[in-house]
């Protein structure tokens, strides 16, 4: 079996802002043997994300939230409907950035996270992972419109029977990997009775 080898020869900031965008010049090793030509890409430096499916076993009800999202810009709705979710940020673990998160979006309380896994968003052309979490809540107070002013967030409480949740996975409208991810695996977990 063939060492898996990468060379960076060069790494270049194209951009900084809300998002940042690197230029690798590069090599890698090869299935058949021996390195790669030198190639350039580009590549969108996010950062790492987390994602919370909110559940209510007591009340039978998923909490998703709504929002703007720039990169559905051009799709039938730029407002997509998924899990609370947010970045991590320098120090922070995952684990309490969902907590934060689901407070800051939602206004929910999480005591205990279910890990479910990471993923890649699009390793083909960004390094932005995204952990994805299950809680239960009490989601009885939980309504309204939420999110961080100065983050310009404008954050819309769904709530969905658990029934309603499975017809939507079904559907080709739940257009967040995350929303997919989280949902098949409350399926999975969660089985309808």
Not at 103 to 115: F, H, K, N, P
Not at 154 to 182: C, G, N, P, Q, Y
Not at 184 to 192: D, G, K, T
């Amino acid at each position: 079996m063939n060492t898996k080898e990468l060379k960076i020869i060069d790494q270049k900031s194209l951009h900084q802002g809300f998002l940042s965008i690197s230029r690798y010049t590069l090599q890698h090793s090869l299935y058949k043997g021996g390195m790669s030509e030198t190639i350039v890409r580009e590549v969108l430096e996010r950062g790492h994300a987390v994602a919370v499916l909110l559940h209510d076993p007591n009340r039978d009800e998923i909490v998703l939230v709504e929002e703007f999202r720039i990169g559905a810009i051009h799709s039938e709705s730029a407002w997509l409907c998924g899990p609370v979710a947010g970045m991590i940020e320098p120090g922070e673990k995952a684990e309490d950035v969902a907590r934060r998160e689901a407070l800051e979006e939602s206004g929910s309380t999480v005591e205990e996270l279910q890990y479910i896994g990471k993923y890649y968003n699009s390793a083909g052309g960004s390094t932005e992972t995204t952990s994805i979490f299950y809680a239960q809540i009490d989601a009885s107070g939980v309504e309204g419109v939420h999110g961080v002013e100065g983050e310009h967030e404008d954050i819309r409480v769904v709530k969905l029977s658990s029934s309603e949740f499975r017809k939507l996975l079904t559907k080709d409208v739940t257009h967040t990997a995350s929303t997919m991810i989280a949902g098949f695996w409350f399926l999975n977990n969660y089985p309808a009775s």
